[in-house]
Every structure is written in structure tokens, then in C-alpha cells.
């Protein structure tokens, strides 16, 4: 059973139409990539999983329907969502960052923080440091571990990467990729960028104007004129 499903999934802000008919599914443990240029619909995706968007379609956790659930009962589900960068509170510390992620936590604070602290040794080292000071990688880092905070079973994650420098994206995928593999976490993240989602997911939503142009794995896309032209139009 998928551990996350889209049925024909629409999405609305008041009368304009943000995401049409997407269908699409994400397997216990795995890393999937919605890929699409500015105004795709990719952050509508992830804010319509998380209850945040006027939707009609379905959406379904381990089979159950979860989208006449609150935002805040959604997390508390299961599910953590590291959005669009800069939605941290920049004069506020590292941990304070953290710790406000720790509201609907599922487990106990300290073991989270000490879970975060493992992937992150730096923000464990900066943890009094306010993150308006702080480089757009490490905000990154700060943005993923409150996401993390709330232990959850599904991960969703927007533009891991945008304006960070290649050495900083690949750090960015070591992480991801160890939420995967050692805290058994499943992932969903969007990316314009289609060469890192290729190197971290194993299969590839392209959405272009909030539709599904193609869907595959990396090796069925790798080439394909859709995901090109996705970025770079038509
Ligand atoms: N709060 C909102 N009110 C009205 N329209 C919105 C709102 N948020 C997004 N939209 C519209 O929905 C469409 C999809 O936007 P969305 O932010 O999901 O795209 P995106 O793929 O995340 O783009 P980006 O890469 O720039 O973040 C766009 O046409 C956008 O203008
Ligand atoms: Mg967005």
C-alpha cells in the first residue's frame, strides 16, 4: 500500500485553479521529487497534503483519507513540512527555531533534538546563534531539524536546494538521505532543480501549470524532453 496517495487531486485559491486532476503516489520509504518551474503548483502541493489549501480529490495516508483533517492534527499523524526557505523566526536562536517545531511533538523533546544534533552537529554547536545571522545552508539545516522535531513518518520538503551552493545541496542530500535510511522516514520533496532530484529521488513528478506532464524513475526521465522543457518551456 502506497504510504501516501493523491486522487485526483484540485486545488483552489478562491476561483483561480492551482493544481488540476494530480494523481500521484509515494511507497513506504521512499524519495519522490515534484519538479516544476516558478508557479508550477509545487508549494500548493505540499500545503494541500498538509490541509492548508482548498482541495477537492483525495489524499490518503497509509489508505486513510486524511484531508478533512486540520493542519494540526495532520502532523500529528505523522507528517513534518520543511517549507519555502525563510519561514524561520530570524531573531529567535537555533534552538528556540527548533524547539518551536517541538509543539506537536510526538516523541520526547530531548531524544528529538538529540536525533536533529546527530544529523546537524553545527546546529548543536551554534544552538544560541540567531538565525538572521546565519548562511542560507545553515537555515536550511535550522528548517529541516524543526521539521524533524515532530518525528515524522512522511517528510515534505520544499526546494531543499534554491540559492545554495552545489557543495552546500550536496550536504543538504546526505541529509535527506539519511532520514530515509536511518530514521525510516518517507520523503516528498519539490525542486526546479532537476539534476538534484535525480540524484536523490527514485521517481520524478514533472508538474508544469499544477499538471502532472510526466512521472517516472530517474531512468525512464533521464533525457526526456518533458522535464526540459518544464524548466526551461516549451
Ligand atoms: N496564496 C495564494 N493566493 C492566490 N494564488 C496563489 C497563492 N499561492 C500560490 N498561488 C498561485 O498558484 C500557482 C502555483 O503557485 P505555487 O506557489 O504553488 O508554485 P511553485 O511551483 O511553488 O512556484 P515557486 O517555484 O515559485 O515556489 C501560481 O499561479 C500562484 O500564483
Ligand atoms: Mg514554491
Redesign the pocket.
Known sequence: MAFLELKSLNAF??K?Q?LHDVSLHVKPGEIIAIV??????????L?SVMGMTTTTGDILMEGKSINQLSTAEIVQSGVGYAP?RFNLFPYMSVRDNLLVGAYTSRESIESNLAIVHKLFPKLKERQHQETSTQSGGERQMVSLGRALMTSPRLLLV??PT?GLAPKVCGEIAVALKRMCDELGATIVI?E?NANFAMTLASRLYV?ES?VVKAEGTVDELRGDARLTEAYFGA
Open positions: 485559491y478562491g483561480a492551482a516544476g518551474a516558478n508557479g508550477a503548483g509545487k508549494s500548493t502541493l500545503d519555502e520544499d526546494e534554491i519539490t526546479q508538474l499544477g
